[in-house]
C-alpha cells in the first residue's frame, strides 16, 4: 500500500546507507547468496536515484572480464533520462591493468544523444580511443589527438566500481590517485579509504556492508558499500546513488515509454 | 536590468523604423521565419573577415570570487583561470536579479527584469520581445543551446530560436551537466568544414546550483556527514559572517540555518567542491573549441545567473541584493583583446551588457530598446558608452543601484534602506542611511533609482 505522505521519510535527507534504507530503496533488493569472486568474470547493474523526491532516472551497467595475463576489460553502459524525452548514453570499453586500482590502458567510447523521438542531436554521435602510458593520456577523435601529462597513478570513475569490490575493508590503507571522470575530465588529489561497516536490510536479510570514501578535487565525497562477498551494492554521492539492481533495464526502458508517450502525446 | 547612461553615453543607434517595426510588429517568431543565411555573407563580405562564432558559458549559483585566479583559496577551477588568463575579467558585475529566470531574462534580452516581466521563477520571455537565439538565427547564425533554460521550464527541448542539443534533469547538476558537456563536445569536434554557419551554442550549467540540495537536506540543524579527511581543509567563516540585524524586513524573515561554525565550514568545502564540478565541465567544453579549430575565431563569455550566500550574512542560496548573491563572475575572451589576462576593477557591467556585447562582436544591430552597453570598445582598449551605476531587482520589491563608490538597497513599503561604502566596506557590514554624514549621497541614490524606473517600460505583471 502507497504511504501517505505524513507516512513518508523526509524526502530531502542526505544520500547515507540509513536513508536510502529508510526510503525503501533497499527493500526490493535480493542480491543472490551464494559465491561472488571480484576478481572474475561478472556483470553488475546498478539503477540511478536522484536524491531530490527520490527518483530514479538512468542505469549503469559494468561488465568485467579477465583479459590476458594481467588485464582486466570493463565495458560500461551508462543511460540517464532527461526532461522532455532527451536520453544520454555512453558505452565504453576499458583495458586496464590488474592492480589495486584497475588503472585503465586504454579505451574506447561512444556518447549519443538522443531526443523523445531517438534522433539523434546535433550533440550527438561523439566516438573517442584513449590511452594512458609513462605519464601521458592520450585521447584521439577522428583524424586529430590530444595528449596531456598525468600524474600516476590513475584510474577512472567507473574502474573504482570494480576496484571496490576487491579492496580488504578495514585493512585498506588510503590510497591516493587522479581520476578520469567519464575518461576525459581529469580531477586530481582523489583519495580513497575504508569507513566501516554497517548492518542493513537488503531484501528482507540483515546485511553487513563495508564501506569506502572517495573525496578530492572535482567531486562531492562518493560513498561504496559492498556486501560480504565483495558485490558492490551502493555508491552515492551529492545528489545521487547508484543501487545495484539487475531490474534496472526493465525500468528504464518503461520509464523511456512513458517518458516519450507524454512528451509526443502533448505535442 | 540596469542602467540609465548619461546621455553623452547613449550608444549610436543603428537601428532602422524597419527593424523596430519588425521586432515589434512580428516578435520573435517572425524573426525566425525571417532567416536569412546570407546575412552572414553579406557581413563577411563587408568586413572582409568571417563573423566569429560565440560561445555563451552560464553557470547557476556562482558567485564572483570562486575562481582561483579571481582570488579564492579555498578552489582549484584550472579551466575558469585558463579562460580569465586569455581574456578579461570583469570584477564589478552584477547580475539584473539575483534569482534564477529573472536573471536568465535579461542575459538573452539585454532588458530589466521589470521590462521583460520576468520577476519570479517560472515565467517565459513575452514573445513579442526579441531574445538572443532568434536574434542571431535570423543574422545567419547556427543557434544551439544545452542545459538549462527556465524560461518558463528548467529543461526543455523547445527554445525559441534555438536548436536544443542536450536538455538535463531540474535539481540534479551533479547528474546533468556532464550530458551539457558531452553535447557541446559532441558537436563542436564534429564541426569540420570551415565553410559552415558561424555558431552560436549556449552552454547552460546547472551547478554549483546543488548546493540548494545540499543546504535543503541539512536545513534545520539536520545531522552532516563529516569526513575527517577534510577537516584540515575547510575555509573559515567569511570575514562578514555576521550582519546587522537591523536590516529590511523582506532581509529580517530570511531564514539563516542555525549551523555551528564546523557546519557552516563544511556547507563552504562542499559549495566549492561543485564549483570544481562545473569548472571541470567547462573545461571539457573549451578543449572542445580548441579541437574544433575555430576557437582563435570565437568568442566566448562566462557568466553566471546569480551568486551564492556562503555565510556571508549568515545567509545561504540567493535571492537578495548583497554581493554574495548579486555579484557574479564575468569573463570575455574574444580575438582583438587589449590586454588579455587583465582584471577591469573600474567599469560596472551588468547582465544586460552580454547581449549587446555579443550582437557587436557578430557585427549585427542591437534589438531595440536593449538597456545594457557593448563592452566590445571596453574589451579592445577604446574609449566607449560606460554606465554611471547599474540597478538590480528582487523579489518584486527590492531594487539595487550600485555607483562605483556606493551600493542602495531599497524595499518598497520598507522605511529601512541600506547605503554601503564599497569602497571602504566591501562586505556590506555598515549601512550608512542611518546617519547623516551621508545624506547627500542617499539623497542621489534614490533619485538614481526612481529615474531608472521611470524611464523603463515596466512590464504589466512586474509591479
Given at each position: 500500500m502507497a504511504k501517505t505522505k505524513a507516512q513518508q521519510p523526509e524526502r530531502t535527507r542526505p544520500i547515507t546507507v540509513e536513508s536510502l534504507g529508510a526510503f525503501g530503496v533497499l527493500s526490493g533488493l535480493s542480491p543472490p547468496a551464494e559465491r561472488f569472486d571480484p576478481a572474475g568474470e561478472w556483470t553488475q547493474t546498478y539503477r540511478l536515484w536522484m536524491v531530490q523526491r527520490y527518483r530514479s532516472g538512468g542505469k549503469l551497467v559494468v561488465r568485467r572480464a579477465p583479459s590476458g595475463r594481467d588485464g582486466v576489460r570493463l565495458r560500461v553502459e551508462s543511460t540517464i533520462a532527461e526532461y522532455g524525452g532527451h536520453l544520454r548514453r555512453l558505452e565504453a570499453v576499458l583495458d586496464c591493468a590488474a592492480d589495486t586500482l584497475c588503472s585503465p590502458r586504454g579505451w574506447r567510447l561512444k556518447a549519443t544523444h538522443l531526443d523523445v523521438r531517438d534522433k539523434p542531436t546535433a550533440g550527438s554521435g561523439l566516438s573517442e580511443r584513449g590511452t594512458l602510458a609513462d605519464g601521458a593520456w592520450t585521447v584521439r577523435f577522428g583524424d586529430r589527438s590530444r595528449t596531456r601529462k598525468v600524474p600516476s597513478p590513475v584510474t577512472s570513475n567507473w574502474s573504482l566500481f570494480e576496484a571496490v569490490q576487491r579492496l580488504p575493508g578495514k585493512d585498506t590503507q588510503p590510497l591516493g590517485f587522479a581520476m578520469l571522470d567519464e575518461m576525459d575530465l581529469l580531477k586530481l588529489d582523489q583519495q580513497l579509504s575504508f569507513c566501516g561497516t554497517k548492518q542493513v536490510q537488503v531484501g528482507g536479510r540483515k546485511r553487513t556492508l563495508r564501506g569506502y570514501a572517495q573525496i578530492g578535487c572535482g567531486v562531492l565525497p562518493w560513498q561504496y558499500w559492498v556486501d560480504e562477498q565483495g558485490r558492490l551494492l551502493l555508491a552515492f554521492s551529492g545528489v545521487r546513488a547508484y543501487v545495484w539492481d539487475p531490474q534496472a533495464e526493465q525500468f528504464v526502458q518503461k520509464q523511456r515509454k512513458a517518458a516519450q508517450s507524454r512528451a509526443l502525446g502533448r505535442r | 536590468m540596469v542602467t540609465r547612461m548619461h546621455p553623452e553615453d547613449a550608444p549610436p543607434s543603428r537601428l532602422t523604423r524597419r527593424d523596430i517595426l519588425k521586432a515589434g510588429a512580428i516578435g520573435t517568431a517572425g524573426l525566425v521565419a525571417g532567416a536569412a543565411p546570407e546575412a552572414v555573407a553579406r557581413r563577411a563580405g563587408k568586413a572582409g573577415v568571417r563573423p566569429p562564432n560565440i560561445l555563451l558559458i552560464v553557470t547557476d549559483q556562482q558567485g564572483l570570487d570562486t575562481l582561483s585566479a579571481l582570488g579564492?583559496?579555498?578552489?582549484?577551477t584550472p579551466h575558469l583561470d585558463r579562460l580569465a588568463g586569455q581574456g578579461v575579467a570583469f570584477a564589478e558585475s552584477y547580475t539584473t536579479n539575483p534569482l534564477c529566470s529573472p536573471a536568465r531574462s535579461s542575459l538573452f534580452t539585454g532588458r530589466p527584469t521589470l521590462e521583460t516581466g520576468v520577476v519570479v521563477n517560472g515565467r517565459p520571455i513575452p514573445e513579442t520581445m526579441p531574445s538572443m537565439g532568434a536574434w542571431f538565427r535570423q543574422e545567419g547564425y547556427e543557434t544551439l543551446y544545452a542545459g538549462k533554460w527556465h524560461l518558463p521550464a528548467s529543461y526543455t527541448p523547445s527554445i525559441p530560436g534555438f536548436d536544443v542539443i542536450a536538455t538535463g534533469i531540474n535539481g540534479q547538476g551533479g547528474v546533468c551537466d556532464a550530458g551539457v558537456s558531452r553535447a557541446c563536445q559532441a558537436y563542436l569536434r564534429g564541426r569540420r568544414d570551415a565553410t559552415r554557419k558561424p555558431f552560436l551554442m549556449v552552454a547552460s550549467?546547472?551547478?554549483?546550483?546543488?548546493v540548494c540540495q545540499f543546504v535543503s537536506m541539512h536545513a534545520g540543524r539536520k545531522e552532516m556527514v563529516f569526513y575527517d579527511a577534510v577537516a584540515d581543509d575547510l575555509p573559515p567563516l567569511p570575514n562578514n559572517f555576521e550582519f546587522d540585524p537591523r536590516e529590511p524586513a523582506a532581509m529580517r524573515r530570511r531564514k539563516r540555518p542555525q549551523w555551528s561554525e564546523k557546519q557552516w565550514r563544511y556547507y563552504l568545502w562542499n559549495y566549492y567542491r561543485m564549483v570544481e564540478m562545473v569548472d571541470a565541465e567547462i573545461g571539457r567544453v573549451l578543449d572542445a573549441l580548441d579541437d574544433s579549430g575555430e576557437a582563435d575565431n570565437t568568442v566566448v563569455v562566462f557568466t553566471a545567473d546569480h551568486g551564492e550566500g556562503r555565510g556571508r550574512h549568515q545567509l545561504v542560496t540567493k535571492n537578495y541584493l548583497y554581493d554574495e548573491a548579486a555579484r557574479v563572475p564575468l569573463i570575455v575572451r574574444a580575438p582583438g583583446l587589449a590586454r588579455p589576462g587583465r582584471v577591469n576593477r573600474e567599469r560596472l557591467v551588468s547582465g544586460v551588457d552580454i547581449l549587446p556585447t555579443l550582437c557587436e562582436y557578430a557585427g549585427i544591430d542591437t534589438p531595440p530598446k536593449v538597456r545594457g552597453l557593448s563592452l566590445k570598445p571596453a574589451l579592445e582598449g577604446r574609449d566607449g558608452p560606460a554606465h554611471h551605476f547599474v540597478a538590480a531587482e528582487v523579489t518584486r520589491t527590492g531594487r539595487m543601484i550600485r555607483t562605483k563608490r556606493y551600493k542602495y538597497i531599497a524595499y518598497a513599503n520598507d522605511p529601512v534602506e541600506q547605503l554601503f561604502d564599497m569602497q571602504a566596506d566591501r562586505g556590506e557590514m555598515k549601512n550608512l542611511a542611518a546617519g547623516t554624514a551621508h545624506a547627500a549621497a542617499l539623497k542621489e541614490h534614490r533619485k538614481l533609482l526612481a529615474d531608472w524606473q521611470h524611464g523603463l517600460d515596466i512590464h504589466p505583471e512586474a509591479s
Amino acid at each position: 500500500m502507497a504511504k501517505t505522505k505524513a507516512q513518508q521519510p523526509e524526502r530531502t535527507r542526505p544520500i547515507t546507507v540509513e536513508s536510502l534504507g529508510a526510503f525503501g530503496v533497499l527493500s526490493g533488493l535480493s542480491p543472490p547468496a551464494e559465491r561472488f569472486d571480484p576478481a572474475g568474470e561478472w556483470t553488475q547493474t546498478y539503477r540511478l536515484w536522484m536524491v531530490q523526491r527520490y527518483r530514479s532516472g538512468g542505469k549503469l551497467v559494468v561488465r568485467r572480464a579477465p583479459s590476458g595475463r594481467d588485464g582486466v576489460r570493463l565495458r560500461v553502459e551508462s543511460t540517464i533520462a532527461e526532461y522532455g524525452g532527451h536520453l544520454r548514453r555512453l558505452e565504453a570499453v576499458l583495458d586496464c591493468a590488474a592492480d589495486t586500482l584497475c588503472s585503465p590502458r586504454g579505451w574506447r567510447l561512444k556518447a549519443t544523444h538522443l531526443d523523445v523521438r531517438d534522433k539523434p542531436t546535433a550533440g550527438s554521435g561523439l566516438s573517442e580511443r584513449g590511452t594512458l602510458a609513462d605519464g601521458a593520456w592520450t585521447v584521439r577523435f577522428g583524424d586529430r589527438s590530444r595528449t596531456r601529462k598525468v600524474p600516476s597513478p590513475v584510474t577512472s570513475n567507473w574502474s573504482l566500481f570494480e576496484a571496490v569490490q576487491r579492496l580488504p575493508g578495514k585493512d585498506t590503507q588510503p590510497l591516493g590517485f587522479a581520476m578520469l571522470d567519464e575518461m576525459d575530465l581529469l580531477k586530481l588529489d582523489q583519495q580513497l579509504s575504508f569507513c566501516g561497516t554497517k548492518q542493513v536490510q537488503v531484501g528482507g536479510r540483515k546485511r553487513t556492508l563495508r564501506g569506502y570514501a572517495q573525496i578530492g578535487c572535482g567531486v562531492l565525497p562518493w560513498q561504496y558499500w559492498v556486501d560480504e562477498q565483495g558485490r558492490l551494492l551502493l555508491a552515492f554521492s551529492g545528489v545521487r546513488a547508484y543501487v545495484w539492481d539487475p531490474q534496472a533495464e526493465q525500468f528504464v526502458q518503461k520509464q523511456r515509454k512513458a517518458a516519450q508517450s507524454r512528451a509526443l502525446g502533448r505535442r | 536590468m540596469v542602467t540609465r547612461m548619461h546621455p553623452e553615453d547613449a550608444p549610436p543607434s543603428r537601428l532602422t523604423r524597419r527593424d523596430i517595426l519588425k521586432a515589434g510588429a512580428i516578435g520573435t517568431a517572425g524573426l525566425v521565419a525571417g532567416a536569412a543565411p546570407e546575412a552572414v555573407a553579406r557581413r563577411a563580405g563587408k568586413a572582409g573577415v568571417r563573423p566569429p562564432n560565440i560561445l555563451l558559458i552560464v553557470t547557476d549559483q556562482q558567485g564572483l570570487d570562486t575562481l582561483s585566479a579571481l582570488g579564492c583559496d579555498h578552489v582549484a577551477t584550472p579551466h575558469l583561470d585558463r579562460l580569465a588568463g586569455q581574456g578579461v575579467a570583469f570584477a564589478e558585475s552584477y547580475t539584473t536579479n539575483p534569482l534564477c529566470s529573472p536573471a536568465r531574462s535579461s542575459l538573452f534580452t539585454g532588458r530589466p527584469t521589470l521590462e521583460t516581466g520576468v520577476v519570479v521563477n517560472g515565467r517565459p520571455i513575452p514573445e513579442t520581445m526579441p531574445s538572443m537565439g532568434a536574434w542571431f538565427r535570423q543574422e545567419g547564425y547556427e543557434t544551439l543551446y544545452a542545459g538549462k533554460w527556465h524560461l518558463p521550464a528548467s529543461y526543455t527541448p523547445s527554445i525559441p530560436g534555438f536548436d536544443v542539443i542536450a536538455t538535463g534533469i531540474n535539481g540534479q547538476g551533479g547528474v546533468c551537466d556532464a550530458g551539457v558537456s558531452r553535447a557541446c563536445q559532441a558537436y563542436l569536434r564534429g564541426r569540420r568544414d570551415a565553410t559552415r554557419k558561424p555558431f552560436l551554442m549556449v552552454a547552460s550549467f546547472l551547478q554549483p546550483h546543488d548546493v540548494c540540495q545540499f543546504v535543503s537536506m541539512h536545513a534545520g540543524r539536520k545531522e552532516m556527514v563529516f569526513y575527517d579527511a577534510v577537516a584540515d581543509d575547510l575555509p573559515p567563516l567569511p570575514n562578514n559572517f555576521e550582519f546587522d540585524p537591523r536590516e529590511p524586513a523582506a532581509m529580517r524573515r530570511r531564514k539563516r540555518p542555525q549551523w555551528s561554525e564546523k557546519q557552516w565550514r563544511y556547507y563552504l568545502w562542499n559549495y566549492y567542491r561543485m564549483v570544481e564540478m562545473v569548472d571541470a565541465e567547462i573545461g571539457r567544453v573549451l578543449d572542445a573549441l580548441d579541437d574544433s579549430g575555430e576557437a582563435d575565431n570565437t568568442v566566448v563569455v562566462f557568466t553566471a545567473d546569480h551568486g551564492e550566500g556562503r555565510g556571508r550574512h549568515q545567509l545561504v542560496t540567493k535571492n537578495y541584493l548583497y554581493d554574495e548573491a548579486a555579484r557574479v563572475p564575468l569573463i570575455v575572451r574574444a580575438p582583438g583583446l587589449a590586454r588579455p589576462g587583465r582584471v577591469n576593477r573600474e567599469r560596472l557591467v551588468s547582465g544586460v551588457d552580454i547581449l549587446p556585447t555579443l550582437c557587436e562582436y557578430a557585427g549585427i544591430d542591437t534589438p531595440p530598446k536593449v538597456r545594457g552597453l557593448s563592452l566590445k570598445p571596453a574589451l579592445e582598449g577604446r574609449d566607449g558608452p560606460a554606465h554611471h551605476f547599474v540597478a538590480a531587482e528582487v523579489t518584486r520589491t527590492g531594487r539595487m543601484i550600485r555607483t562605483k563608490r556606493y551600493k542602495y538597497i531599497a524595499y518598497a513599503n520598507d522605511p529601512v534602506e541600506q547605503l554601503f561604502d564599497m569602497q571602504a566596506d566591501r562586505g556590506e557590514m555598515k549601512n550608512l542611511a542611518a546617519g547623516t554624514a551621508h545624506a547627500a549621497a542617499l539623497k542621489e541614490h534614490r533619485k538614481l533609482l526612481a529615474d531608472w524606473q521611470h524611464g523603463l517600460d515596466i512590464h504589466p505583471e512586474a509591479s
